[in-house]
Structure formats: C-alpha cells, structure tokens
C-alpha cells in the first residue's frame, strides 16, 4: 500500500492519548508517536486528550486510536463510552479491557481454565504478612491489582518486608496481591489480529522490569529472538494467544509471562492497550516479523470495531 493510499476508509481519527491515570506521562510519549505515523501514512488523524476535552467532542469522528494507559483508558471506561456513541475503537471491548486491568481476576480466570500462573495472595491490611512470605517464599512481589508500568510494584526479599510493601501498593489500589518470585526469565508476546509475534526477552540492568528499567534506562536488553528453542517458542505463542482470548481480547495487545530455571512457563498478565514509544515492546516485535512502525499502527487502526 503506498503512502496515502486506501487511508480515507478510515475517515477522521481520534487518537485518545494522555487521560488522568498514573500512567500519563507514557500515554502522552506513546500517543504522539501513533499520531505522527498515523498523519504520515495519510491517515485525517487529530490528537484528543480526554482529560483536557469532553468527550461528547468526539462527536464526529469516525474511528478512535486509542493510547490511553491505565485507568480511564485501558480498564473499560472510555471503550463504553465510544460503544454508546458509537465509535469503532482498537483494542479490546468494554468486558475484557476491564479484566485485563485486574490482575487477580486475570488470574483467576486463566487459572480456571489450565494457564499456569505464579501462585499468589490477596493481601488486606488485617493479613498475617510472616505467613504469606513463609507460604509463598522469598523474594516475591507485591503489586497494586490494577495498575500498569509496575506502579507502586514492590519487591521483597527479607522478612519483614512484606507490610510495608503493601501499604506501598495499597496507596494505589485497595485490591494488592502478593505473588511468588519466578526468576528463569522475563518475556512478553505481542498480539496483533489472529498473531502472536516473535517473543521477546527481557533483561532489566535493575533488579526487576520496573518502571525505570521500561521507560527511562537505555540499559535494559530486548532479545528478539529470545532464544528459546523454536518449538517452544511455538508453544507459547499459542498458549499465550489462548491467554488473550480467554479473556475475550481482541485487536491487538501483549501477554507477559516468567520462566523458572526449569524452563516451566507462568503467565502474568495481560496488556490490552499497549505502550507505543521507542522503549516499548509490540513495535520490537513487529518490526522482527517484518512491519514497519507505521504498517503496524495502520494494521491496529484497521482492527477498529465495537462490540
């Protein structure tokens, strides 16, 4: 497709970048990159920020790209108010976009249905913290249940550790799960379509994926190909595609699972609005499988529905 070409089926588009969520500052580095490949390609695409506009401003535009990150963007909210109006949107619908943002329900649905995942706990303010971390093990993680980019992610390694680690991550939400440490190897599998694309590894110069290590250090490492053996490479592409459906994603999205140093798979969680910025993980992986930044923000683009 040349440049400019078949770009007016998509008629006048909304990217959806920056919102109110923790994760702003990401959605405004990854909004504006889409928007300019969009506009490159020929694509009539215009820069919305819902938390500086109304939404009923949406009124009028035919498809919205949405680069929203974390709450209100990414959890439901603004996919029911593009389904009530009306507006093909990408990514996912309203129920799994608010699945994927809850860790523990994500967990429990993929473990209803066989997906290995770390074992865990909910925490509370009232739970016996010595337990957990004799129950689960040291180091583990503690986490908010729905929040992205490992805001307010703790990891504990002595005894003791634990309360104070979830009064961290209990300042971000009031559901915190704690879960076990699996340290054989991080990787993530971006979904684009029917797709999974090569895996990626990941290997943070910090002591685990956080927040610097994905968005300001030029020291994590990206291994694509990620050095597993081809076949079980394979096998976990599809268990990680069957992970994105059983939570009824759609579009496009990414998967992150660890590995243990026997080679045993756990799944994590899901992203279904993913970062598009020149640290993030989907364009590394298209761009192995032959697309381009542009053919690929096109491709999610094209992906847009409702329902």
């Not at 913290?129 to 980019?149: D, I, T, Y």
């Not at 490992?150 to 971000?172: D, F, M, N, W």
């Not at 050095?227 to 059983?246: K, S, T, Y």
Request: hydrophobic share 45%.
């Amino acid at each position: 497709m040349t440049k400019g070409s078949g770009m007016s089926e998509f008629g006048k588009v909304a990217v959806l970048f920056g919102g109110k969520s923790a994760e702003r500052a990401v959605s405004l580095k990854s909004g504006a990159r889409v928007l300019d490949a969009l506009q490159r390609q020929g694509v009539d695409a215009e820069a919305f920020d819902p938390a500086e506009r109304r939404l009923d401003e949406l009124a009028g535009f035919d498809r919205a790209f949405i680069m929203l990150h974390g709450r209100y963007g990414e959890d439901g909210t603004i996919q029911g108010a593009l389904e009530l109006m009306g507006i093909p949107y990408t990514g996912s619908g309203v129920m799994a976009s608010a699945v994927g943002m809850d860790k523990w329900r994500t967990k429990l649905l993929w473990r209803s249905v066989g997906l290995p995942i770390p074992e865990f706990a909910m925490l509370t303010a009232a739970s016996d913290f010595p337990a957990v971390e004799k129950e689960l093990g040291l180091p583990l993680f503690v986490k908010p249940a729905c929040e992205g980019s490992s805001i307010g992610v703790t990891k504990v390694s002595r005894p003791g550790e634990l309360q104070p680690a979830y009064a961290e991550a209990a300042k971000h939400d009031a559901l915190v799960l704690a879960e076990q440490g699996v340290f054989g190897g991080e990787y993530t599998v971006a979904i684009l379509g029917d797709e999974a694309l090569p895996i990626i590894r990941i290997e943070p110069a910090t002591e685990f994926y956080d927040y610097e290590a994905k968005y300001l250090r030029d020291d994590t490492r990206y291994l694509c190909p990620c050095g597993l053996p081809e076949e079980r490479e394979r096998e976990l592409r599809a268990q990680a595609l069957e992970a994105f459906r059983v939570l009824g994603c759609r579009g496009w999205g990414r998967v992150d699972f660890l590995m243990d140093g026997e080679g045993n798979a756990y799944f994590l969680e899901v992203n279904t609005s993913p970062g598009m910025t020149d640290h993030s993980l989907v364009p590394m992986a298209a761009r192995v499988a032959g697309l381009s930044y542009e053919q690929l923000v096109v491709r999610v683009l094209a992906l847009a529905a409702l329902g």
